[in-house]
């Protein structure tokens, strides 16, 4: 029997030092696309796919994350009295169920495998997802939810591919392919990093994953890999002769808002869905470009 994907770990303790000076005093998960946090987006997409239980692995400085998904009442007041009755819902909607979020902390950033293990406690033995919030992906079926329902057919560890030009291999974990009918792709192995002429394929991980618990078990012994970081990939790997292994090249759109490029891009993709500002939006861009 495949059991449910009820819970969600997030991994936000990064410093964000990509976008410096802009969060050195808010948490790089904050920054907006267009009128919404890339944490909310993340969220947002957890929900969507039927999760339960959000689990947010921090850091210091973070505390404006809890705050976010928390009530307002000075703020939903004013507006309230104001008559902005549209921006009151906005701020309502994605508020989470009361106990539906929790937060631990990782107080040494030893990589993102050691973020995961960190929440071990609140998984306990149930298959769970990982969501990097930095992977936007913009589509109408959400990824995770596209993941969920491959998942709930072939059971194991399920993760989100895409494919990356043969140089950029070094920058993501890479999968060992067995079988690829062109949106599911079976793997017998999982290399991080591998520069290009080692890369046993051009496929690549993106920011989500469904994983088993037996997860936990090779996170436990704190090996480091690659830049010296206790990587989430190679405990995936070293559970492959037990657990089935899958990767799903979903539908839709992804931005690496990690960086500036990816992040200005998504900022002018997501602008051009939204109604209310679209013809200025190419407007605007008609007169730079």
């Known amino acids: 029997m495949i059991k449910p994907v009820r819970k969600a770990i997030f991994p936000v303790a990064g410093l964000g030092t990509r976008f410096l000076p802009a969060t050195k005093a808010m948490a790089k998960e904050m920054l907006p696309i267009v009128d ?108 995770l939810r596209q993941m969920v329902e491959v998942y709930q057919r072939v059971g194991g560890n399920v993760v989100a591919v895409e494919d990356v030009a043969p140089e950029q291999t070094h920058r993501y974990g890479i999968l060992d392919v067995s079988d690829d009918d062109g949106e599911l792709v079976k793997a017998k192995g999982l290399v991080e990093k591998p520069a290009p002429d080692v890369a046993p394929s051009t496929l690549s991980i993106i920011g989500r994953y469904i994983l088993q618990p037996e997860v936990f078990a090779q996170l436990d012994r704190h090996e480091k890999g690659a830049g010296g970081e206790i990587q989430l990939t190679d405990a995936i790997a070293r559970t492959i002769d037990g657990v089935p292994f899958h990767g799903v090249r979903f539908t839709g759109t992804r931005f690496d808002c990690g960086n500036k490029r990816g992040f200005v891009e998504a900022n002018i993709a997501f602008a051009l869905e939204h109604e209310d500002i679209r013809a200025d939006v190419r407007n605007m861009l008609k007169k730079y470009v």
Do not use: M
Not at 116 to 128: G, L, Q, S
């Open 36 to 143: 919404k946090p890339l944490i909310q987006h993340a969220v947002e997409e957890a929900l969507d796919a039927g999760i339960e239980e959000v689990i947010f692995v921090t850091g210091r400085g973070k505390s404006v994350l809890e705050d976010h998904f928390d009530r307002s009442f000075e703020l939903e007041k004013t507006l309230e009295e104001r008559g902005k009755e549209a921006e009151l819902r906005s701020v309502r909607a994605f508020l989470p169920k009361p106990g539906q979020i929790s937060y631990t902390r990782q107080q040494t950033p030893l990589g993102l495998g050691h973020a995961v293990w960190c929440a071990r406690n609140f998984i306990n033995d149930e298959p769970f997802a990982v969501l990097l919030a930095d992977d936007l992906i913009l589509a109408e079926k959400g990824c």
